[in-house]
């Protein structure tokens, strides 16, 4: 039988059970965009999160600990145990480090939460972080607007993008929506506690240089300070954010030369005892557990187009009843049972073709739907206070799900055909020509 003889017969028998092929159809359909918009969100989350990574360039940053702090947090256990005493992240610990093969600069990291910024009657509740020229000179510390503080000035500042939004008013104790930064003069007000309260406060004037671009969550909601003042208000507030005494220091950031170097670094700088953590390292981790999320949806939507598969399996059984004459009238007329078999067959496959078509379509205008509201609401959010969903992409459909999916729906319908087929293709032709 010539090969278009089978597709005018298997086109004439689609027509003739318009409404039962419809609705397994209509199973496909569902199946198909199941995993097209679960898999497209997940892809889409992945997308947007490891954009951001690579946007800001901060996989060539190393951000190190002391081993001790690496322990408590479950970061390293590898080290525990090969050093006699604790290493400490101090000035003399910094030199060894820009001694490694590959580093390009290092920063220590002072974090201090008993100083504030003020400007007028407005008071930030956003964090103050230390920085010095090693830390600025990477791709990721872009200014939005205005121009980097330099580390000698004392009284130059930076903010993180979204630090407008962390004031309240002194007088009344109510937040402010946003307000202008850039240019504007404040202080900085260092604060000392002891067991009866605040025992001084001391006022440094400084003036906001510039504003940098989004970088995340935690960053864009910092204010930044040159290293040399960050030190001095150490002295005044009674330390930083988890350091054990003055002059130590709970983490650094190391900048390497290049991508192809971080891994080397990392390995170099746990081997010397510290705990050493790369955003390269954290890409990955996020890669994969992206991947493990991909998979999950990608089975949810699958064990829709399996029930499909169901639907496929009853409309060609029952197709076989009411077809029982006309089967044997093929195979006396020369049909063979291989000839029966691709009839059936590539019925089934024309319904998991349509059905992945139509569905795939189906799915990709769902996940851009789901993805509108998602903004929407994400927006209406961010109006309020920031979020850092703000601007994402939800769902993305790269080439490889539009395809596969289709060609997936076809092949599950192709399997679904088999048994039909080979009980078609088993049919004695005298028995068919005996049916009534």
Do not use: C
Request: charged share 20%; no cysteine; net charge neutral.
């Amino acid at each position: 039988m010539k090969f278009s003889d089978l597709i005018r017969i298997v086109i004439k028998n689609l027509k003739r059970m318009k409404l039962r092929t419809a609705l397994t159809v209509i199973g496909v359909i569902v199946g198909t965009a199941a995993i097209v918009t679960l898999v497209g969100i997940g892809t889409g989350f992945q997308k947007s999160i490891t954009g951001q990574f690579e946007e800001m360039g901060m996989v060539k940053t190393i951000v190190v600990f002391p081993e001790s702090m690496g322990r408590a947090f479950a970061m390293s256990p590898t080290t525990e145990g090969k050093h006699e005493e604790e290493m400490v992240l101090d000035d003399k610990a910094i030199k060894k480090i820009k001694k490694i093969e590959g580093v390009e600069g290092v920063s220590p990291v002072l974090l201090l939460t008993n100083a504030k910024l003020q400007i007028g009657n407005y008071i930030s509740q956003a964090s103050l972080m230390s920085v010095n020229d090693d830390m600025m000179k990477q791709d990721w510390y872009d200014m939005e607007s205005g121009e980097m503080l330099k580390e000698k000035d004392l009284r130059a500042i930076n903010v993180g993008n979204k630090v407008d939004k962390t004031f309240y008013n002194v007088n009344t104790g109510k937040s402010v929506s946003e307000i202008e930064l850039l240019g504007e003069k404040g202080k900085l007000i260092a604060e000392k506690y002891s067991e009866g309260g605040v025992t001084s406060v001391t006022k440094f004037p400084v003036k906001i240089v510039g504003i940098l671009k989004e970088l995340g969550p935690d960053d864009d909601l910092r204010i930044y300070i040159p290293f040399e003042l960050a030190k001095r208000l150490e002295k005044m507030t009674g330390g930083a954010l988890f350091a054990k005494k003055e002059g130590e220091y709970t983490q650094l950031m190391v900048f390497a030369e290049s991508v192809e170097k971080v891994d080397m670094i990392t390995e170099k700088l746990n081997e010397m005892g510290f705990t050493a953590m790369s955003a390269k390292q954290m890409l990955g981790v996020i890669s994969t557990i992206f991947l493990i999320l991909r998979a999950v949806l990608g089975v949810l939507g699958a064990i829709a187009l399996f029930v499909a598969a169901i639907g496929i399996v009853n409309t060609l059984v029952m197709s076989i009843y009411e077809r029982f004459r006309e089967i044997g009238i093929m195979k006396a007329v020369g049909a063979s049972n291989k000839d029966i078999s691709k009839i059936f067959l590539y019925e089934a496959g024309s319904i998991g073709f349509i059905g992945g078509v139509l569905g795939v379509i189906t799915g990709f205008i769902l996940g851009k739907v789901l993805n509108a509201v998602a903004s929407y609401f994400i927006n209406i959010a961010s109006s309020e206070g920031y979020s850092p969903f703000a601007g994402m992409n939800l769902f993305e459909v790269p080439l490889w799900l539009f395809f596969g999916t289709i060609l997936f729906a076809v092949v599950i319908g192709i399997i679904a055909g088999v048994y039909p087929a080979r009980r078609a293709a088993r049919l004695d032709p005298i028995d068919a020509l005996r049916h009534e």
